[in-house]
């Protein structure tokens, strides 16, 4: 969570922004949520918004009864704006086909991609070098959690296609159920 809270400000810090009380709530409540509730599936992420959110009086998007009775929106489908410092509603990346489709290579951007991409590049966006006086260093990971089929080696893949490769290289390693140490020892 505090890694996140670092990187969502640190667009602010350095434009040496100030941050008024209720936009720094909005980001604190986005890591909040991100942070405790980001791995809930739908109906649990419901639950965490009502029962936790509403009731602790956390500043959250204005999101209608029937939107969160119907349509099943809670404040997982915002963001705060670093533009407006306001909640906005998550779209999806847009997306053009390939001059060459390859049905097998095909990715597409979801709204589940969309956020998941902005989190895991907001905190590798952050300095190696915490602190220079401590000669602290700092780590960038992110961990995608999900059972087989929820699109987590999809969304790397979209992820690190954005890569300059110049400055970076991307090794791929599959893991199963059936992985062992040795098979990875291998691969390595």
């Keep these: 969570m505090l890694s996140l809270v670092q990187a969502v ?8 922004e100030t941050l008024n009380k209720k936009e720094f709530e909005n980001y604190f409540v986005f ?7 980001g791995l809930f599936e739908t109906e649990d992420r419901i639950r965490f918004h009502k029962e936790i959110l509403e009731k602790i009086g956390a500043p959250l998007p204005a999101i209608s009864a029937q939107k969160q009775n119907f349509d099943k929106e809670t404040m997982f489908d915002y963001f705060v704006d670093p533009e407006t410092r306001q ?3 998550w779209v999806a990346d847009s997306w053009t086909a390939p001059r060459r489709l390859l049905f097998s290579q095909l990715l597409i951007p979801t709204m589940d991609s969309t956020r998941t991409d902005f989190i895991m590049k907001s905190i590798g966006n952050l300095p190696v070098e915490k602190s220079k006086l401590r000669k602290e260093f700092g780590l960038r990971n992110t961990l995608l959690v999900g059972g087989s089929g929820t699109a987590k080696t999809s969304i790397i893949i979209m992820y690190s296609r954005q890569f300059n490769p110049v400055e970076m290289s991307f090794k791929r390693i599959n893991f199963s159920s059936a992985t062992e140490p040795i098979n990875f020892q291998e691969a390595i």
């Design 9 to 16: 400000l640190l667009p602010h810090l350095n434009k040496q």
């Design 31 to 37: 890591c909040f949520a991100w942070a405790f509730g």
């Design 87 to 89: 909640w906005k509603m």
